[in-house]
């Protein structure tokens, strides 16, 4: 089965961290460029963090620029988004997202920034 599963969010103060991880099964992980997007109540889900398939090349939207860190571990068919420094307009539901021969969504995971 094709599928991606969210976890690791939760409730953070502002200036916390999380880890954010995506695992994925029923494809070929390893070849398939992986996104973190974000859609907060009312907005447009916007794209937040991009990965290459060997993990080499990586890009972010400016807003998190310096403060979030995309990774991989193509041995464990996972996707990692570490997110510092969050603040309350970082609040959304987090989704990952794969390119590949098929394209998934995963379910997404609520990410709350309040203190």
């Known amino acids: 089965q094709v599928q991606l599963v969210e976890s690791g969010g939760g409730l953070v103060q502002p200036g916390g961290s999380l880890r954010l991880s995506c695992a994925a099964s029923?494809?070929?992980?390893?070849?398939?460029?992986m996104n973190w997007y974000r859609q907060a109540p009312g907005k447009e889900r916007e794209l937040v963090a991009t990965i290459s398939s060997t993990g080499e090349g990586t890009s972010y939207t400016d807003s998190v620029k310096g403060r979030f860190t995309i990774s991989r571990d193509n041995t464990k068919n996972t996707v990692y988004l570490q997110m510092n420094s969050l603040q309350p307009e970082d609040t959304a539901v987090y989704y990952c997202?794969?390119?590949?021969?098929?394209?998934?969504w995963g379910q997404g995971t609520q990410v709350t920034v309040s203190s």
């Open positions: 997202y794969a390119i590949s021969t098929v394209r998934v």
């Open positions: 029923g494809f070929t992980f390893s070849r398939s460029i």
